[in-house]
């Protein structure tokens, strides 16, 4: 052995004072761009951690399966980026037409990180492991640059709060949906896209992925139907849930905003509502229980009220009722949740009431407030014309 | 700005009026009444400022309120335990009535000069009065019960029964599904939020002003924390009880006690207290009605 590497060594030195060295393997650049410090004329990093790169999925690399311009040693600056899709080819295709496509930045490493140190994706230490995929995406879509420069909403914080971030962040889940689950990955296609997951119409598949059964009850559902026959106006999943700052639909917080959704389209049936007890009670928050839109009408497969199937429908009124009304009977049923006091034709009984309520009010209020104007202006002048003869005194 | 002639003659203790010293006072209201009014309007303020934030639940103030206070199950519960403590003192005075009235058979309580329902006098009582406002006549002289303060009773009593009612109705809507149609149930909070819209505007305008903050009796008037008046407030306020007691000679009988200085104070406290809550919902109401 000793002899070998005295021959071997023999030769290198013969090699490398003939002529330009071929470089081999990774130790003759890790000589070199081991160090630390190493910087380009620009003052860019050039170092390689040997250790890191031996560990990386790269590892069993060499240094010009990548970087194919170097050939030998001195070598002059590398000014073209290392081409990934010499392997990576249907990422690479993928990216191609992607809103990223045309990024100043490296398109590869400013998700996947440094090459030198990329590690699997399914390695807790990957930047696109399924946990740390919204930090990635975030380190732009969590800034107000980015929003700015793209008209983007900087999404991050509302992905990080919303449940997907919590069942992500809080619980570690790995089958929480993150950026990617419904963005894609390479192929990233803007929401304005026909094809894009994000698209309107195709929502409901995209969440459905995941969410099967909801959107199997969505597509029965007359929302579903409209999405389907072409009628965008109608709400797919992100219209109501959002597409970030999705909330537990149960909770508080998004049962109080729930019912200004709907109303943003059934802007008739949301001022009626606005008039009754349900929604007086459930606009003070603290008090969730009262009745919002889908309580009634349900969230996903919703019905018209001619349906058998829809809980609005006659036959199954005391039952929807009775879920919060204990002791609910027919006649307790026939109360109209969205009634309007303004409309004769409709609420006629409910119209005279108030109408007659209101007669009510006006005129005790108008003679009353007359009547007690002219007293106090007459009561003063009395008590002034007495102050002057009897010495103010006002008996 | 009151003079202070008149505080001595709403207060009437500290003696700093001409030939106040030795001012005589006489009994207007019982210790049980003025309980009753003050179990009344603070009930009342309760359920004001509980009601409101519901009825104008879309207002910044009624939820600003509304969280302060815990929410709406708080204000609900406190608008619903307002609503029991009135029911109890109403059903109380029910009771007083049909005591004193039936039972006892006392006079005077249906019918008369110190009835609180209204008869032919309280008509004239009412022109004439109005007709004094413009300068066409003499003052009418009073009784025991004016006018207004039988309005204002009977306001308040059939609107406990109607937002009393009204009220329950929505409380145990089921129950009361039983024996009412399903559009009385959309009714009763039209009529609940207006009677007590209705209620509320005029207690905080109407009242205060003909009762507490008019000239006369500016800024409030004691008589019902210290149950007494004094003898020239009685004779100019309500000179026709007044008389009727001198003729028959019973006057005497309703001496009473000067009233204590401290629970004058006390009163008052309580009272502007009262009505700085009322005017304050007063305006937050106008505010919200009218935006």
């Known amino acids: 052995m000793k002899f070998a590497s005295t021959i071997a060594l023999a030769l290198g030195a013969l090699l490398y004072a003939a002529a330009p060295a071929v470089a081999q393997g990774n130790s003759d650049c890790l000589a070199c761009h081991g160090d630390a410090g190493m910087q380009d004329a620009s003052g860019h990093s050039v170092s390689v951690d040997g250790h890191k790169f031996d560990a990386s999925i790269h590892g069993p690399l060499q240094c010009n399966n990548c970087h194919t311009a170097i050939k030998e040693y001195p070598h002059p600056e590398q000014k073209t980026p290392v081409k990934c899709e010499t392997c990576h080819a249907d990422e690479a295709a993928g990216l191609v037409g992607s809103v990223h496509a045309d990024g100043k930045d490296h398109p590869c490493t400013s998700c996947h990180g440094d090459a030198h140190s990329i590690v699997p994706k399914s390695d807790p230490k990957s930047a696109v492991y399924p946990l740390n995929v919204p930090r990635t995406c975030g380190q732009c879509h969590g800034t107000e640059g980015m929003a700015k420069k793209h008209g983007l909403a900087s999404v991050y914080p509302l992905y990080i709060d919303s449940i997907h971030g919590f069942a992500l962040s809080k619980e570690g889940l790995l089958v929480a949906a993150n950026c990617q689950t419904c963005h894609g990955s390479h192929h990233i296609l803007s929401h304005t896209d026909p094809k894009s997951a994000t698209y309107k119409v195709n929502v409901p598949e995209t969440c459905g992925k995941c969410h099967a059964g909801i959107n199997a009850d969505y597509q029965q559902g007359v929302h579903g139907k409209a999405v389907a026959a072409g009628k965008l106006g109608a709400p797919v999943c992100s219209d109501c849930h959002n597409a970030h700052a999705i909330l537990q639909p149960t909770e508080a917080e998004f049962r109080t905003q729930s019912t200004p959704i709907c109303g943003s389209c059934h802007k008739e049936k949301f001022s009626t509502y606005r008039d009754t007890f349900h929604s007086q009670l459930g606009s003070l928050g603290g008090y969730v229980e009262t009745a919002r839109c889908w309580d009634c009408h349900g969230a996903h497969e919703i019905l018209p009220a001619s349906d058998p199937r829809s809980p609005i429908n006659k036959a199954n009124l005391v039952k929807t009722c009775g879920r919060c009304h204990t002791g609910a009977n027919e006649s307790f049923v026939q109360y109209q949740p969205h009634a309007n006091a303004h409309n004769r034709k409709l609420n006629p009984a409910l119209y005279y009431i108030g109408l007659f309520m209101n007669l009510l009010l006006v005129s005790v209020l108008t003679f009353f407030v007359i009547h007690t104007l002219l007293w106090l202006i007459r009561q003063r002048i009395e008590q002034v014309k007495r102050k002057s003869t009897e010495g103010g005194n006002n008996a | ?291």
């Open chain 2, 1 to 291: 700005m009151p003079d202070p002639e008149q505080t001595v003659l709403a207060g009437g203790t500290n003696g700093a009026g001409k030939g106040a010293v030795q001012e005589r006072f006489f009994t207007r209201f019982t210790a049980a009444q003025r309980y009753m009014h003050g179990v009344l309007f603070s009930s009342f303020l309760g359920l004001a400022a509980t009601g409101l934030p519901m009825r104008f639940s879309q207002s910044f103030w009624a939820r600003k309120f509304a969280s302060a206070v815990g929410g709406f199950g708080a204000i609900i519960f406190f608008h619903k335990l307002c609503a029991l403590v009135l029911t109890v003192a109403f059903l109380i005075h029910l009771k007083n009535i049909f005591t004193r009235g039936i039972v006892n058979r006392e006079k005077g309580i249906f019918w008369g000069p110190n009835s609180m329902v209204a008869n032919w006098k309280d008509v004239k009582d009412l022109i004439g009065h109005m007709r004094w406002f413009v300068g066409l006549g003499k003052r009418p002289t009073f009784g025991r019960y004016a006018y207004w303060e039988k309005f204002d009773y009977w306001a308040v009593f059939w609107g406990m029964l109607i937002i009393g009612f009204s009220g329950y109705a929505m409380w145990f809507a089921p129950f009361f599904a039983r024996f009412l149609p399903g559009w009385a149930l959309n009714a009763v909070l039209v009529v609940h939020s207006e009677e007590g819209l209705l209620a509320i505007l005029f207690i905080f305008s109407i009242h205060f002003v003909n009762t507490h903050l008019r000239p006369d009796t500016f800024p409030m008037d004691m008589v019902i924390f210290t149950g007494v008046e004094s003898e020239a407030e009685f004779k100019h306020k309500r000179p026709e009880e007044f008389d009727k007691l001198v003729k028959e000679g019973k006057l005497e009988s309703r001496l009473g006690l000067a009233p204590a200085t401290w629970w004058i104070n006390f009163a008052r406290v309580i009272g502007f207290t009262a009505i700085l809550i009322g005017l304050t919902l007063l305006v937050l109401t106008l505010s919200a009605y009218f935006s």
